[in-house]
């Protein structure tokens, strides 16, 4: 599934900017999410998009994915700055762990799983679907999101054959004041719809009603327990306690795909 250089990359160069450990929700996710699909494969390859200005995410992916689903499982890194391709060589491995010139085409490769995040956030709305379908065009499984600075809130698209299938918010709870933070961290695809009206709006007000009557002495995962049994009530749930307990929240896809 590692071959020869593809074409030529398509994209803009983003800004890089990155952190340790920042994608470590969305990393764990994939391993839930998409770990049979990777146990189940012949030679399981992963693909992450938009590594940035350091590879250390990159560098985590591979590591977690190994520890978590399967050792001989390949992360191939993709950036469209050549200068970060060549920063990020030295702490290649191959065949395991290499870094390539490459953008929403992945450099020809046929990729099981592609994680772009804090990619498509740099783009316009009217971008993503094209984006979208060019990635999940050989049948890979696309997580596609925004976080801040150091991974304490997350949100993120599981996107199949081009269509989102789910939105998943995730947060460090010690970290979470209110759900409306999760609308500054809304995936591309979202985050202009989040107005009167629209149902990403009525998603996250609904959360932070039953964030808001869940109050607890017990602590933030007590009251984020409490706001998730609360907001079943009115919106399809999916997963399950384990996944809640994490801060994690997934819903079936809560809007229209973008044209």
Not at 39 to 44: C, H, K, L, N, V
Not at 89 to 118: I, K, S, T
Request: aromatic letters at 6%; a positive charge.
């Amino acid at each position: 599934m590692i071959g020869m250089p593809g074409p030529k990359p398509l994209g803009a160069v983003t800004r890089g900017t990155t952190n340790p450990n920042r994608l470590r929700r969305v990393d764990n996710f994939i391993a839930y999410r998409c770990g049979e699909l990777l146990r189940a494969a012949d030679a399981p390859l992963v693909v992450d998009l938009g590594y940035g200005a350091t590879p250390i995410t990159a560098i985590e992916l591979r590591a977690r994915l190994a520890a978590a689903v399967r050792p001989d499982l390949a992360v191939v890194g993709l950036e469209i700055d050549p200068v970060r391709v060549s920063a990020a060589r030295p702490y290649a491995d191959p065949p395991l762990l290499e870094f390539r010139r490459g953008g929403f085409e992945l450099a020809g490769l046929r990729p099981h799983v592609v994680r772009a995040f804090n990619v498509l956030r740099q783009y316009a709305e009217d971008e993503v679907a094209a984006a979208w379908r060019t990635m999940t065009a050989t049948g890979a499984v696309l997580v596609e999101g925004t976080c801040d600075e150091l991974g304490r809130i997350a949100t993120w698209a599981v996107v199949e054959a081009g269509a989102a299938r789910t939105l998943t918010l995730s947060a460090r709870l010690s970290d979470l004041d209110h759900p409306a933070t999760f609308a500054e961290r809304l995936p591309k695809a979202l985050i202009h719809h989040n107005v009167p009206g629209h149902p990403v709006h009525d998603l996250l007000a609904a959360l932070g009603a039953a964030w808001e009557a869940s109050a607890t002495p017990f602590g933030p995962r007590q009251r984020w327990l409490a706001t998730v049994a609360r907001f079943r009530s009115s919106w399809p749930v999916l997963d399950g306690p384990a996944r809640w307990r994490r801060g994690e929240l997934t819903v079936p896809w809560p809007v229209p795909e973008p044209e």
